[in-house]
């Protein structure tokens, strides 16, 4: 069992920069593999980032690639998300995932969730 909480949303202008957290608890979390998907009102859960459990390994959907980084530190069971030159087509309910597996950008391999955090960008 792998429990998660996201936290560092919040409400900035476009172009500006967020830095969302994922705390994990349980199960060791250097393990698994680690996801961000949003989901904005109306829409389906999409894929935006994920990391391997080393670390080495990192995936981002093509409309945030240039502009968030996702990085982690085993050390602090803690993954992050760096959004920068944020857009208001970034707003949604961001979620941090965690799997065993190898699926990085689909989220029924996805085995943990967290509660979601919410980003809100104004033009």
């Known amino acids: 069992q792998v429990q998660l909480v996201e936290s560092g949303g919040g409400l900035v202008q476009a172009g500006g920069s967020l830095r969302l957290s994922c705390a994990a608890s349980?199960?060791?979390?250097?393990?698994?593999?680690m996801g961000w998907f949003r989901q904005a009102p109306g829409k389906e859960r999409e894929f935006v980032a994920a990391i391997s459990w080393r670390g080495d390994s990192t995936y981002y959907t093509d409309s945030v690639k240039g502009r968030f980084t996702i990085s982690r530190d085993n050390a602090k069971n803690t993954g992050y998300l760096q959004m920068n030159s944020l857009k208001p087509e970034d707003t949604a309910v961001y979620y941090c995932?965690?799997?065993?597996?190898?699926?990085?950008?689909?989220?029924?391999?996805?085995?943990?969730w967290g509660q979601g955090t919410q980003v809100t960008i104004s033009s």
């Open positions: 349980g199960r060791t979390f250097s393990i698994y593999n």
């Open positions: 995932a965690a799997q065993i597996g190898r699926y990085y950008t689909l989220p029924r391999y996805y085995e943990y």
